[in-house]
């Protein structure tokens, strides 16, 4: 049964993820500062403009420890290919593990 407001996920998925979500918690529970200090992490948002559902702003951006990297805006569904793409490109030319984040 469809639980997201765009159909795209279902329960089980939903619940497969979550798991994956707490394993990489508890794995990295005690790990470092100096160890987190040098992890990217990238989320996915779609924002509905103006309250209207049908004007939709889809985001990939990336944060760290240090603070925030490029945010970069894509259209259509994504998926491994189109992830790593953006990634490769945008998101960690502007992320230094320094500190020192920089516009692409």
Same mark, same amino acid.
């Not at 707490?22 to 200090?37: I, N, P, R, V």
């Not at 970069?72 to 793409?85: I, L, T, V, W």
């Given at each position: ?17 979550? /798991? ?13 500062? @100096?160890?987190?200090? %040098?992890? $990217? ?28 990297? /490029? ?13 790593? @793409?953006?990634?490769? %490109?945008? $998101? ?13």
């Amino acid at each position: 049964t469809p639980i997201c407001s765009d159909n795209s996920h279902d329960i089980s998925t939903l619940i497969t993820h979550l /798991q994956a979500h707490l394993k990489f918690a508890s794995e990295h529970l005690h790990d470092s500062e @100096k160890a987190w200090e %040098k992890v $990217l992490l990238s989320d996915e948002v779609k924002i509905s403009l103006f309250r209207n559902p049908n004007t939709t702003v889809k985001l990939l951006d990336c944060y760290s420890a240090k603070g925030t990297g /490029q945010c970069q805006r894509f259209e259509g569904p994504m998926d491994g290919a189109r992830y790593a @793409k953006i990634s490769d %490109k945008k $998101l960690h030319p502007s992320w230094n593990p320094d500190g020192k984040h920089r516009a692409v």
